[in-house]
């Protein structure tokens, strides 16, 4: 049982290239979550997601995009990166809302020069 | 807009000691509320989760409070050890946006041998 796992670990991007963030669940959640974490801040939420084929923006959605064809992939996609989108990403995952804790993988460490 | 605010931001104690970390919120309509570990470079893990019904949980030498109607929490860890270094957050779950987590920008506790 892998938990979270999320590829790749570091990258690094040139303004206004475009890129996939990988995101994958072995423990059958509904839920998936994409956050952003800038430095000496705390987590943001991009995008989330309730199940295959649902997904609904969070507090900083723009300049990304999401996708979930299946239970265990949760993809994110950055285009034409821009230099306020170098962070760290985090993916989750939960079985439900509400009243289930969340479990996150070990973060994409992403630099746009 | 809920917000949630961290003290102290940073916090050094001698191994052995007991201390608090502090969580406030500005709106108490919180399905629960979660305490994170995040180690240098890696992702989050989940210590604890309270639901917005109870009043702790323990686990171990940590032990977490939550007074809903104050917007205040409190994660006690006793007889810290220098292992415990890392930073904590905390984040809570909104009542009206299901599980979306509101992040506070975590204390980083420096426990010295």
């Known amino acids: 049982n892998a938990g979270v796992t999320q590829t790749p670990k570091f990258r690094i991007l040139k303004i206004g290239q475009s890129m996939t963030l990988q995101c994958a669940q072995d423990?059958?959640?509904?839920?998936m979550y994409w956050y952003r974490q800038d430095p000496g801040m705390g987590l943001k939420l991009i995008y989330y997601?309730?199940?295959?084929?649902?997904?609904d923006k969070g507090e900083v959605p723009n300049g990304y995009n999401v996708s979930r064809s299946t239970t265990e992939d949760f993809p994110l996609r950055l285009e034409l990166a821009a230099p306020s989108q170098t962070s760290v990403y985090f993916c989750?995952?939960?079985?439900?809302?509400?009243?289930?804790?969340?479990?996150f993988g070990p973060g994409t460490r992403l630099t746009v020069t | 807009k809920q917000e949630v605010t961290q003290i102290p931001a940073a916090l050094s104690v001698p191994e052995g000691e007991n201390l608090v970390l502090n969580c406030s919120f500005t709106d108490s309509a919180i399905y629960n509320l979660q305490w994170f570990r995040q180690d240098p470079g890696k992702g989050l893990t989940s210590l604890l989760l309270?639901?917005?019904?109870?009043r702790e949980q323990t686990s171990g030498r940590l032990n977490a409070s939550l007074d809903k109607s104050s917007g205040r929490s409190t994660l006690y860890i006793a007889a810290s050890q220098p292992g415990d270094s890392a930073t904590y957050l905390c984040?809570?779950?909104?009542?009206?946006?299901?599980?979306?987590?509101?992040f506070g920008e975590g204390t980083q506790l420096t426990v010295n041998p």
């Open positions: 997601s309730v199940g295959a084929g649902i997904t």
């Open positions: 989750a995952s939960s079985w439900g809302a509400f009243s289930y804790e969340q479990y």
């Open positions: 984040a809570v779950n909104r009542e009206t946006s299901g599980s979306r987590l509101t």
């Open positions: 309270i639901q917005s019904s109870q």
């Open positions: 423990m059958n959640h509904n839920y």
